[in-house]
């Protein structure tokens, strides 16, 4: 295992994380790729665009969110103590929102005025039409048609915001195939288009970009720590899904080397049953939406299907940034249950009374484990990555409720 | 000299223009892969493009995307798609075969096990729509066991990116007449001529056409510049739906005749 000095050092310039990420794309796209590269390398450092941006996740978003100690949680594992990172509290209720302002600021300063997306359970969808209601800019978001009939409200939600949302009728009618038509739609209308990926996924420079927009998670963490602990957190966990709630948070910790970092996948109905969408723990190395990266797929390299209580998790792929530090060794991915997910989102409502949502209760769940192996005196730090009310009607399903 | 190499070479020396066929091996059935592959050069096909069903064809349009999906559906891998190749050289050791697809299959098979059962079986070149000249070391192994990479050059690629992509090619350049995916119908055949006319004093390699020509008025109006045309979404969807392998082959022979004569009527 090669040794890594200074992880702020990735991706290079060719959009490398070791042997992951790269441009996998069709031949059109690698000119508005090198375009959207160009602009956001010269955005990224530029003092005022910076200062758009902290003025928007400020006074839009509501930022900083608060980290919270979840006493009563801490007290009934009966181990370390469990503090939240609070994303379910930003405006459009997760931290997508801190990459979809960003990317719409982008898209504004390259002249672009037509935003398209892919979305999963809508939350991406949701945070890319808000802030294209917010800047003015025509959406048009892809999302598989499974889905929609899964996440009708999220749908109804896009709509209310302005968003035309097309259904998508290929392959397993889920995200993946919602990203391929999204990529389809880019090739045809590059001219006008920007597309605003909602996770560290697809070709360079997405992953970067999209985790430096999240990265605000990590920094105001780990400045939040030292304020209210005087110390940084023993462990730092987070959900996986394409990972850019887990990147945003890991990211501003990766050089410290003395906390430790756990990215919790879903485990679906259990890993050796087929059912999952554990990219990381259970998949292998090749190439999906343009990067190079762990995917989920058969012998032939054709892509398998994935399965998560949670939409926002079922990916059959992730970013190569986190397949990059798996081979490092510098984080552990881990499997979580869909069983294991709902007994702690019950569990923090019931003792916190915070719904969170299905994808971070996979992040709550893992947490609990990591605290109930600790002392007291330990601090896990998990990031609640985002609210779970557009999740009640899938529980109350589950559980054999109607609503 | 390769065989793709070789076939360019006649066709420059009669003055004719080639037509490449492609259809996705698997569709409308496996039992018609090699008979259509036979009918397509019995009707005039200078070179086959297969196309290897990947389950996110992110490049492709509606027509290809089901064809992919039928072709899955019926178990359709590449261990199979050698073999079709293999018993297609028993007949035909003279059309070159390009196989056609995405990264995911050949890093998933090992690329230089790819490479080696794809030269083993008598196929000639590859062509992966998402390993773009940025990412050539990716497919460095099958050039090394004598596959050629076909590149594509698109309305996009310009100044040194085009000198890039033209001096990575090998056995010929595929021309992507329009940005947008493959059996969408944007064809511009001015545009195309003069973005064409420039890569021909650059590249080093024959310039194929593709991408919206979709019959025998269309092909020969690129045929008027380009040394090859390329045909695809037209020909499998009239494949699609084929009850039979003759059926298939029939389908195949009457859609390319056509084409070829309007081809060589130019000529
Ligand atoms: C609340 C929440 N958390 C996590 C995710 C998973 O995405 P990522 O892994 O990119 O953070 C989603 C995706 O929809 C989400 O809505």
């Known amino acids: ?403 | 000299m390769s065989r793709i190499d070789a076939r360019f070479v006649e066709l420059a020396a009669r003055e004719r223009t080639g037509l490449i066929p492609f259809f996705t091996a698997g569709d409308p059935s496996p039992e018609a892969v090699v008979p259509v592959m036979h009918a397509l050069v019995e009707a005039g096909a200078d070179l086959i493009e297969l196309g290897v069903p990947f389950s996110d064809p992110m490049a492709d349009g509606p027509v290809i995307q089901h064809a992919s999906e039928r072709a899955l559906a019926k178990g359709v891998g590449l261990a199979r798609i050698f073999d079709w190749v293999r018993e297609f050289r028993l007949r035909d050791t003279a059309t070159p075969v390009v196989l056609m697809g995405y990264m995911n299959p050949v890093e998933i098979h090992g690329a230089a096990r790819f490479a080696a059962d794809a030269v083993a079986a008598g196929v000639d070149g590859v062509l992966l729509v998402d390993c773009p000249v940025e990412e050539i070391a990716a497919a460095a192994p099958l050039r090394d066991a004598g596959l050629a990479q076909i590149f594509l050059a698109a309305p996009t690629t310009t100044g040194e990116r085009l000198a890039r992509v033209c001096a990575a090619a090998r056995g010929f350049l595929y021309y992507v007449s329009f940005a947008g995916i493959t059996g969408a119908d944007r064809l511009s055949t001015g545009d195309v001529r003069e973005r064409v006319a420039a890569i021909r004093r650059q590249a080093s390699t024959p310039v194929a056409v593709g991408f919206g020509v979709r019959d025998a008025a269309s092909a020969a109006a690129i045929g008027e510049f380009a040394d090859a045309v390329v045909i695809g979404s037209a020909l499998v969807e009239r494949l699609a739906g084929a009850a039979h392998a003759d059926e298939a082959a029939e389908r195949a022979r009457a859609f390319l005749s056509p084409i070829r004569a309007a081809l060589d009527r130019r000529t």
């Not at chain 1, 996740?57 to 503090?83: D, F, M, N, T, W």
């Open chain 1, 1 to 403: 295992m090669q040794r890594i000095e200074d992880y702020s050092m990735y991706p290079d310039a060719r959009g490398r994380f070791g042997d992951y990420g790269g441009s996998f794309v069709a031949e059109t796209l690698i000119a508005p790729l090198a375009e959207l590269d160009a602009a956001y390398r010269r955005l990224r450092t530029d003092t005022a665009f910076i200062a758009e941006f902290e003025r928007d996740l400020k006074y839009y978003v509501g930022r900083p969110s608060p980290i919270y100690h979840a006493e009563r949680l801490s007290r009934e594992v009966g181990g370390a103590q469990i503090l939240l990172k609070r994303e379910d509290l930003n405006h459009t209720g997760a931290h997508k929102i801190n990459n979809t302002i960003g990317q719409a600021l982008v898209a504004r300063h390259m002249g672009k005025r037509r935003i398209i997306a892919e979305t999963g359970a809508g939350q991406h969808g949701v945070a890319t039409a808000t802030v294209c209601a917010r800047f003015g800019l025509g959406c048009v978001v892809y999302m598989g048609a499974t889905d929609i009939e899964r996440q009708k409200i999220n749908v109804y939600r896009m709509k209310l915001l302005g968003a035309e949302v097309v259904p998508v009728t290929s392959g397993s009618k889920t995200l993946k195939d919602a990203l391929n038509e999204a990529m389809r739609d880019w090739v045809t209308n590059v001219a006008d288009t920007f597309y605003i990926i909602g996770t560290v996924a697809g070709p360079h420079p997405y992953p970067q970009m999209v985790r430096d927009f999240n990265a605000v998670v990590g920094r105001e963490a780990r400045a939040q720590m030292l304020e209210q602990y005087g110390r940084l957190p023993d462990v730092i966990t987070a959900c996986v899904g394409g990972g850019s709630n887990a990147i945003g948070l890991f990211h501003a910790f990766l050089n410290d080397r003395d906390v430790r970092i756990v990215g919790a996948e879903a485990a679906g109905e259990g890993i050796a049953t087929g059912h999952h969408a554990a990219s990381l723990a259970a998949g292998r190395p090749g190439v999906l939406h343009g990067n190079r990266t762990y995917v989920l797929c058969d012998d032939d390299g054709q892509i398998t299907e994935t399965h998560s209580v949670s939409a926002g998790l079922d990916y059959p792929g992730v970013g190569p940034e986190h397949a990059f530090l798996k081979d490092s060794g510098r984080a552990d991915y881990v499997g979580v249950t869909d069983d294991e997910a709902l007994a702690a989102f019950h569990r923090l409502a019931r003792s916190e009374g915070i719904l969170a949502a299905l994808e971070s209760s996979h992040a709550v769940a893992q947490a609990i484990k990591l605290a109930r192996e600790l002392p007291h005196d330990r601090l896990v730090l998990c990031n609640l990555s985002g609210r779970g009310d557009k999740d009640v009607h899938t529980i109350a399903a589950r559980e054999g409720i109607s609503l």
